[in-house]
Nanobody, 122 residues
Framework: QGQLAESGGGLVQAGGSLRLSCAAS????????MGWFRQAPGKERDFVAS????????YYADSVKGRFTITRDNAKNTVYLQMNSLKPEDTAVYYC???????????????WGQGTQVTVSS
């Protein structure tokens, strides 16, 4: 049974950067696609980015392209989300996900973390 734990969230001013980490435990996900989602207050959870096990296939939501970068370290069983040029509209709880069972445009994942809050002040 795999578990995911996000870290790295916090409060940052607009234009700033944060790096989120998602550490997996209980099993390896090195062959599985992993991803990041976010949910703003009162809104549905939205896809942010995904990365295949080999890191060859990467997808981004249009809203974060050019600002966010997803990477992974399979030796550490960890996936990262580098977020630059942050905007107030990026404020949300960010969730890590693993083992994609359905691909874009509506990706679905089997495993989920508890989430980490990112708040961007204007």
């Amino acid at each position: 049974q795999g578990q995911l734990a996000e870290s790295g969230g916090g409060l940052v001013q607009a234009g700033g950067s944060l790096r989120l980490s998602c550490a997996a435990s209980g099993r390896t996900f090195r062959r599985d696609t992993m991803g990041w989602f976010r949910q703003a207050p009162g809104k549905e959870r939205d896809f942010v980015a995904s990365i295949s096990g080999s890191a060859v296939t990467i997808y981004y939501a249009d809203s974060v392209k050019g600002r966010f970068t997803i990477t992974r370290d399979n030796a550490k069983n960890t996936v990262y989300l580098q977020m630059n040029s942050l905007k107030p509209e990026d404020t949300a709880v960010y969730y890590c996900a693993a083992q994609m069972t359905a691909g874009p445009p509506s990706p679905k994942f089997e495993y989920w973390g508890q989430g980490t809050q990112v708040t961007v002040s204007s």
